[in-house]
Antibody, heavy 118, light 111 residues
């Protein structure tokens, strides 16, 4: 069965960077794009962008273009997202989610909580 | 960016009754004969769960109590009959155009 296993919670200082992971299993990693979604506490969902693991092509929401960097390692079937220059506004749960070729995000990771605090 | 406006922001429905949630897009989300609008259910502490894809297609494993309809800019998620387990927040999402955007959510409670 398809599973997306995300890395654990992160506590970071303002101005620092964090890199989180999303390990995929149960399907061919290079056959589907991997998306990332942000959810601040008690708030809605924001789409950050996606990566095509096969080609490495990335597409970012302009709002996150200077904040997030998406990469993927085909050898380990793992997608990564690095967040830079962290502020309190980056404190949120970040989800990876697998696209099904424009049929919505049927598979989600459990989320990685990032807390930015001095 | 395509803005998705959900209404109502919250609703309370009696068990066994119908719940209807609306999602209006600021421009059409239709392309190539498909409506790229999807619906999710999210419970506290959990990731969203896909309910309906491309406006009206029931995701595998989702009860037939859930249904979706609509095209272009106006879409509806219906839950009939509502069960206690349906207490959650529901989001619409469009994937017709970058950036993929979500509605602000509708919180469903039991009356």
């Amino acid at each position: 069965q398809v599973q997306l296993q995300q890395s654990g919670a992160e506590l970071a200082r303002p101005g620092a960077s964090v890199k989180m992971s999303c390990k995929a299993s149960g399907y061919t990693f290079t056959s589907y794009t991997m998306h990332w979604v942000k959810q601040r506490p008690g708030q809605g969902l924001e789409w950050i962008g996606y990566i095509n693991p096969s080609s490495g092509y990335t597409n970012y929401n302009q709002k996150f273009k200077d904040k997030a960097t998406l990469t993927a390692d085909k050898s380990s079937s793992t997608a990564y997202m690095q967040l830079s220059s962290l502020t309190s506004e980056d404190s949120a749960v970040y989800y990876c989610a697998r696209d099904g070729n424009y049929v919505g995000f049927a598979y989600w990771g459990q989320g990685t909580l990032v807390t930015v605090s001095a | 960016d395509i803005v998705l406006t959900q209404s109502p922001a919250s609703l309370a429905v009696s068990l066994g009754q119908r719940a209807t949630i609306s999602c209006r897009a600021s421009e059409s989300v239709d392309s190539y004969g498909n409506s790229f609008m999807h619906w999710y259910q999210q419970k506290p502490g959990q990731p969203p769960k896909l309910l309906i894809y491309r406006a009206s297609n029931l995701e595998s494993g989702i009860p037939a109590r859930f249904s979706g309809s609509g095209s272009r800019t106006d879409f509806t998620l219906t839950i009939n009959p509502v069960e206690a387990d349906d207490v959650a927040t529901y989001y619409c999402q469009q994937s017709n155009e970058d950036p993929f955007t979500f509605g602000s959510g509708t919180k469903l409670e039991i009356k």
